[in-house]
């Protein structure tokens, strides 16, 4: 008899058996953390989802897995009415397994406001590893603003460090052109870092058309700027050193009106080379400017 029950249960084969195990262990657990076989017509999307654009070739390939191995992770719901549910997370699984042709898909169900729905929906998109840079900072930007989450919490949330999350928001700071680029993956997140050290726009503007057209390296974009910060230093020291000269030479003006009692001019280049104009309006008025000079 024994062997009769141990050869019907290899009959049934790994899966079958892995299925029942699965089952029999999910029964034992509580109610949120098991999942359960849903129609998917009964699912709507979720309103609040973070995400926009879904790359058809990657789609594609998630359906093919579904269509080989299955949903290895369930998406994750919450109940609006009889039957009826409403999507959290989830939503490239949930449209690859329509691509698929499946009619149920396993899911968590979930209780949870709308305001929960959107951090679900944003942290589980930010942990996803195909997600491009403009996309993860506006999430940040948006856990922050919508879901009232402090800037130094935000990376406790997604598993990642406070830098990481600034140095994504600061991306937030760039020209919209620059924004875009990141978005079609023109240029990485190095190139971008690069950029925020430029504050003239058109600067930037014109080394990101470089970095697209020329497909210059990260490496070679902090050379140009470095080049161009170190050249606006040197003409800020050199402003620096003109508005010192200009100062200096007001000075000897004052003294030297003050010893003629008329206004004196004093003119000079970078060399320090130049003129003392001492106006004189009669034969008397010269007299009295040279015999001032004699007694110097």
Do not use: W
Request: charged residues 30%.
């Amino acid at each position: 008899m024994d062997k009769q029950i141990k050869r019907k249960g290899l009959g049934k084969g790994l899966g079958a058996l892995l299925s029942e195990r699965t089952q029999e262990k999910e029964e034992l657990m509580p109610v949120e953390d098991r999942s359960f076989e849903i129609l998917i017509e009964n699912i709507s999307t979720n309103p609040f989802q973070p995400r926009t654009n879904f790359e058809p070739v990657a789609l594609n390939e998630l359906k093919e897995s579904i269509q080989s191995q299955g949903i290895i992770q369930p998406i994750t719901v919450r109940k609006i009415g009889e039957s009826k549910f409403q999507l959290i997370s989830g939503e490239r699984r949930l449209q690859a397994s329509k691509l698929a042709g499946l009619t149920k898909i396993p899911a968590f169900i979930r209780e949870a406001t709308d305001n929960q729905m959107l951090e679900m929906g944003l942290i589980e998109n930010i942990q996803r590893e195909n997600l491009n840079a403009m996309e993860v900072a506006l999430a940040y930007k948006r856990l922050i603003d919508e879901c009232n989450i402090k800037q130094e919490e935000v990376g406790a949330k997604v598993g990642k460090d406070r830098t990481t999350v600034t140095n994504y928001l600061r991306l937030l700071n760039l020209p919209i052109a620059v924004q875009e680029g990141l978005k079609l993956k023109k240029l990485s997140m190095g190139h971008a870092r690069a950029l925020l050290g430029i504050e003239d726009e058109k600067l930037l503007q014109k080394i990101y058309q470089d970095i697209v057209e020329n497909e210059l390296s990260v490496r070679k974009v902090e050379e140009i700027i470095k080049y161009h910060n170190s050249d606006k230093k040197t003409k800020n020291i050199t402003k620096k050193s003109n508005s010192i000269q200009k100062r200096s030479l007001e000075e000897f003006q004052e003294s030297f009106s003050g010893v003629f009692n008329r206004k004196v001019l004093v003119l000079a280049d970078e060399n320090s080379k130049g003129e003392i104009k001492i106006p004189f309006g009669s034969r008397s008025e010269l007299d009295e400017i040279l015999n001032k000079l004699r007694k110097k």
